[in-house]
T-cell receptor
Framework: DVKVTQSSRYLVKRTGEKVFLECVQD?????MFWYRQDPGLGLRLIYF???????EKGDIPEGYSVSREKKERFSLILESASTNQTSMYLC??????????????FGSGTRLTVV | GENVEQHPSTLSVQEGDSAVIKCTYS??????FPWYKQELGKRPQLIID?????GEKKDQRIAVTLNKTAKHFSLHITETQPEDSAVYFC????????FGAGTRLTVKP
């Protein structure tokens, strides 16, 4: 019944490494999002995509990039991991409707530790 | 952009009591307000939502109210149970969703 799958549940990487976080959804949703979740800060939007090959910066895009080559897959890339990127990363997807908005379906999250 | 504030950050109630979580938003064009529940170690899950053309919505023990004029909305949980213990997030959207910082609800047996 899993609809949004994140490839790794836990990840430990070294400072300076290039890190790829993968997200796949099987609901044919147009929209996909990457958030990071930190205690007391809630969910902050990193990047989002409304269509294949399309990407838009969210509120905290610095140090991150994304790729969406296929509708079902949205990848988050940490170009050079730093310790302040240690966090829980949540992927989400949603439908698009004219004048109507839909709730997000979240993945289980990837807890990334950068050492 | 949209800014969502959520209060309180932690809430502890006795089983059977009611719990209320409040959120305010800044963008008057926001028209969709979902609430998510995140249990420990699990993904956030949508529990109820309300659109701007509705003032109140109820689903069993959960209700949400919206005051567009004041730009605030609230989650009400009645007859709380230990399994209601979780972190609750509010959000506001007019396309892109912005989340509050979360409320950790603890229901004591």
């Amino acid at each position: 019944d899993v609809k949004v799958t994140q490839s790794s549940r836990y990840l430990v990487k070294r400072t300076g490494e290039k890190v790829f976080l993968e997200c796949v959804q099987d609901m044919d949703h147009e929209n996909m999002f990457w958030y990071r979740q930190d205690p007391g800060l809630g969910l902050r939007l990193i990047y989002f995509s409304y269509d294949v090959k399309m990407k838009e910066k969210g509120d905290i895009p610095e140090g991150y990039s994304v790729s969406r080559e296929k509708k079902e897959r949205f990848s988050l890339i940490l170009e050079s991991a730093s310790t302040n990127q240690t966090s829980m990363y949540l992927c989400a997807s949603s439908l698009t409707g004219s004048e109507m908005y839909y709730g997000y379906t979240f993945g289980s999250g990837t807890r990334l530790t950068v050492v | 952009g949209e800014n969502v504030e959520q209060h309180p950050s932690t809430l502890s109630v006795q089983e059977g009591d009611s719990a209320v979580i409040k959120c305010t938003y800044s963008d008057s064009a926001s028209n969709y307000f979902p609430w998510y529940k995140q249990e420990l170690g699990k993904r956030p899950q949508l529990i109820i939502d309300i659109r701007s053309n509705v003032g109140e919505k109820k689903d069993q023990r959960i209700a949400v109210t919206l005051n567009k004029t004041a730009k605030h909305f609230s989650l009400h949980i009645t007859e709380t149970q230990p399994e209601d213990s979780a972190v609750y997030f509010c959000a506001a959207s007019r396309g892109l969703m912005r989340f509050g910082a979360g409320t950790r609800l603890t229901v004591k047996p």
